[in-house]
């Protein structure tokens, strides 16, 4: 198998909404966002697929190893070597990298998060830095586009906390802020056992509309000249804010089911923006 049909395996199995923008995209684009796709999916799952935390540790330094080598011209994994190949065209830098390991290794270190801007920390990392390269990747031409492209990243991340909170509660893993429980009159068994609450709907509603708040910041920021080079991530935008929208309509129902959107509606969502420029 070649790193080009490593990475394409690695991105079209995670079945993520991500893969449904890729398909829009030039040849070259394309193969340069699903090798950086490739790659945020291989340190993430050492996260996902932990059993030994000092397994998993040790890991993530080997992945800033591999990076650092890579960026030296030795890379060794499937996935930089994809990569590397494409980083100088769509200046994806060393730094990008090592910031998402940086946000992968946060997991690693913490299962709570005191307050929203400590959490924006983290989103800031695993989603917003992701947004920045994606961004290049996409044809980004002016500077404003950075910013929105953190800002939707964090949009995302959020919509994913959402949809996550009892997937992440039986890793113990709670990712809304303890203050924010707290004002809500949340406690964190009440999360980890997984007990539906009028005031876990209640603190639900909250985070899903400082998520909407989210994206529609974003959209003001995205400048004119970049709207149609940036369509993937408005594509991406499109299925997860319908996404969202699904949570809410099912009364935020996602201590002990995952809410979804079928293939076919991430296709046609992602066609919609690409064919009719409809977020």
Known sequence: MTP????????????????????FLPKPRRAAITAFYAFCREVDDVV????????????????QGEVTQAYAGK????????????????????????????????????????????????CHLVAGVVGEVAARIFGQTQAETTAYAHKMGQ???????????GEDAMRGRIYLPIDELQKFDLKAHEILNRINSERFVALMKFQAARAH??????????????RRSQKPGLMMASIYRTLLR???????????????????RKFWLAWRVQALGRV
Not at 246 to 264: C, G, K, M, Y
């Open 4 to 23: 080009e049909q490593y990475v394409q395996q690695k991105a079209a199995a995670s079945g993520s909404s991500f893969y449904y923008a890729f398909l």
């Open 213 to 226: 708040t989210l994206y529609d910041e974003a959209y003001a920021m995205l400048p004119p000249a970049d």
């Open 75 to 122: 890379p060794s994994h499937p996935v930089m070597k994809a990569l590397m190949p494409l980083a100088a065209a769509y200046a994806i830098e060393e730094r990008h990298l090592q910031a998402v390991i940086e946000g992968c290794l946060m997991d690693l270190q913490q299962t709570r998060y005191l307050d929203y801007p400590n959490l924006q920390r983290y």
């Open 246 to 264: 699904e949570i809410e309509a099912d009364n935020f129902q996602v201590l002990n089911q995952r809410v979804s959107l079928t293939p076919l």
């Open 48 to 63: 996902d697929d932990m059993v030994d935390p000092g397994v998993a540790h040790t890991k993530l330094a080997w992945w």
């Open 155 to 165: 949009a995302f991340q959020l919509t994913n906390i959402i949809r996550d909170v």
